[in-house]
């Protein structure tokens, strides 16, 4: 049996009142590509127990914490509004705490009980699970030999939010003392919960939140945008394939304005009460559309799948604009900015944070997906596209150091280029190669250019 020192509770984001089976929870999961429900116990509203995954393997419910937990999940957290609450019947809220009663005997290592959102930044559960289960963790738990093992009282930090609160206690309603940048490293001093004791390198002394800051050799998923630069480069590259009017750059603009709407792909519910939801915070007709669609395809509305399947569905039907306001507009900046004033229409425009997000969206696909990638500083108005009739794009220039061409073959008015530096043999002296390669290309490259631009243009002025 594998070690656990930790249970876990959940919820599965679904309306008061409606029975949700394991199976469908598990057909959702597998949507997501997974081999089985993620979950190893659900608590149905009459307070009944069913199994999920056996405990014996490990689950996958709390990215970065499914090694040593079970993950326990009981059904409801949202009203008919899709608003999270906790929507426990009285017989689901003994059901279970029979179940934490049971696994903690079976299971003495057990020392914590846990929300998923002390994990991450969402609502799930819905209640103060830790606050909830304290009493019953310690009249059946044996006491854990080290408190707070996982949370550092020294050393240094990194923040991770784009601008990270300094407050004087260690709560959010702490008065706000200053704001710390990302990247700023800090000196760790003490902890509280979920809050750590800071020293800024101006000196200034005070607490933030846990989760904004990356600790050295600690638990990556402190980091909030672990989520952000897992999942971004694998909905982009969808993106570039369900758009093909889209390249990387424009996909890049759409999930720099979906990671400043929902923190990453994190916060799907809006905090401050504006009624947004999912990814790019759909409001009123938008949001009811977006559920209503979900309900019906069987989609759980928090799920990344069907944020992404949405967002395709309204960028070729009522927000089709979007896509040639993107695709026209020149570099990463402008077209995040086009793509906030076509499809977002935020209130509040914060530019700034959207391009912030749409860069890190950029660097977390080419480093997921390099090969695929090319660097086309050299020439802002043109972008690779893979997958279409041109098939590989090299960037002439600057790009040509990077590597690489196959060959060059004009037939049917198409033209396919060669190959980047992922198809050569690992045995080639891949600079001589590219300098070899830079003189072809600065032959053929205003050529090349010509041929993109005129099979380019039926395509963006078609739509
Ligand atoms: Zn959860």
New binding site residues.
């Given amino acids: 049996m594998r070690p656990i020192n930790e249970i876990?509770v959940?919820?599965t984001?679904t309306p008061a009142g409606r029975e949700v089976s394991v199976d469908t929870i598990r057909s959702w999961h597998k949507q997501r590509g997974w081999r089985d429900i993620g979950y190893h116990w659900v608590v149905h509203l009459d307070g009944s127990v069913e199994e999920g995954r056996p405990v014996g393997q490990v689950g996958a419910?709390?990215a970065g914490h499914n090694t040593g937990t079970i993950g326990v999940?009981y059904v409801g957290g949202v009203d008919k509004d899709m608003r999270a609450k906790d929507t426990r019947t009285a017989a689901q809220k003994d059901g279970l705490e029979k179940l934490l009663r049971d696994l903690m005997s079976h299971y003495p290592s057990v020392t914590k009980i846990s929300g998923?959102?002390q994990y991450?930044a969402?609502a799930?559960?819905c209640f103060d699970a830790r606050q909830e289960y304290a009493q019953l963790l310690s009249e059946v738990a044996a006491p854990p030999t080290v408190i707070n093992s996982d949370v550092p009282v020294s050393g240094k930090g990194t923040v991770t939010a784009s601008t990270l609160n300094l407050r004087s206690e260690p709560k959010m309603s702490g008065r706000d003392i200053g704001d710390i940048p990302r990247g700023t490293t800090v000196d760790i001093f003490g902890s509280d919960g979920d809050w750590l004791k800071i020293k800024t390198p101006a000196g200034y002394e005070g607490w933030v939140a846990r989760r904004y800051v990356a600790v050295a050799g600690s638990d990556p998923i402190a980091d909030p945008s672990a989520h952000f630069e897992t999942t971004a480069p694998v909905y982009m590259r969808r993106l570039i394939d369900d758009i093909p009017q889209w390249s990387a750059l424009d996909a890049a603009a759409a999930f720099g304005n979906f990671g400043h709407e929902s923190a990453g792909l994190e916060i799907l519910e809006e905090i401050s009460g504006g009624g947004g939801y999912g990814w790019p915070q759909w409001t009123g007709s938008r949001r009811r559309a977006y559920e209503t669609w979900c309900r019906e395809n069987g989609l759980d509305p928090a799920s990344d799948e069907a944020n992404y399947r949405y967002v395709v569905i309204e960028l070729r039907g009522p927000e089709e604009r979007t896509i040639a306001a993107v695709a026209k507009a020149n570099g990463l900046e402008a077209k995040t900015l086009a793509f906030e004033r076509s499809f977002e229409r935020a209130g509040v425009k914060h530019d700034d944070r959207r391009l912030d997000w749409a860069t890190r969206a950029l660097a977390a696909y080419r480093a997921a997906y390099p090969k695929q990638e090319i660097d086309m500083s050299a020439a802002p108005a043109e972008e690779e596209k893979t997958g279409g009739p041109v098939e590989k794009m090299i960037g002439a220039g600057k790009g040509a150091a990077q590597g690489a061409v196959g060959g060059v073959t004009i037939g049917g008015g198409i033209v396919i280029i060669g190959t980047t530096m992922g198809w050569l043999p690992p045995e080639a002296d891949t600079a001589m190669f590219g300098a070899a390669v830079t003189g072809v290309l600065t032959g053929f490259s205003s050529f090349v250019m010509a041929c993109i631009g005129a099979y380019r243009a039926p395509a963006n002025g078609g739509s």
């Fill in positions: 876990i959940h919820c984001a419910h709390v999940v998923h959102n991450a969402k799930c559960p």
